[in-house]
């Protein structure tokens, strides 16, 4: 069974940067697409971003491009998101997610999910 961990969240200024992590355990992600998901008070949860198996395609949400990079390390079996330029609303629970083979934009799609971590951007 595959177990998705997130860590990496925390309190961080406007402007500054977090690094969050998603280990997998259980099974290899190598066949594995890796979704970065968040979800704010009483806001829908959206896809922030995805990874292809292979890293050679990513997908990012209108309001994080340029701001946040999605990446992957099979050998160590942990896909990334670094978020520099945080602003306000992106403050949110973030999980990652796997589902089989290429990405999705619909979170039912997924079928492994970590329980969250908490990314706070605040002055």
């Known amino acids: 069974q595959l177990q998705l961990v997130e860590s990496g969240g925390g309190l961080v200024q406007p402007g500054g940067s977090l690094r969050l992590s998603c280990a997998a355990s259980g099974f290899p992600l190598d066949y594995y697409a890796v979704g970065w998901f968040r979800q704010a008070p009483g806001k829908d949860r959206e896809r922030v971003s995805c990874?292809?198996?292979?890293?050679?395609?990513?997908y990012y949400a209108d309001s994080v491009k340029g701001r946040f990079t999605i990446s992957r390390d099979n050998a160590k079996n942990t896909v990334y998101l670094q978020m520099n330029s945080l602003k306000p609303e992106d403050t949110a629970v973030y999980y990652c997610a796997a589902r089989y083979d290429v990405c999705s934009s619909l979170d039912y799609a997924y079928s492994n999910w970590g329980q969250g971590t908490q990314a706070t951007v605040s002055s």
């Open positions: 990874i292809s198996p292979s890293g050679g395609s990513t």
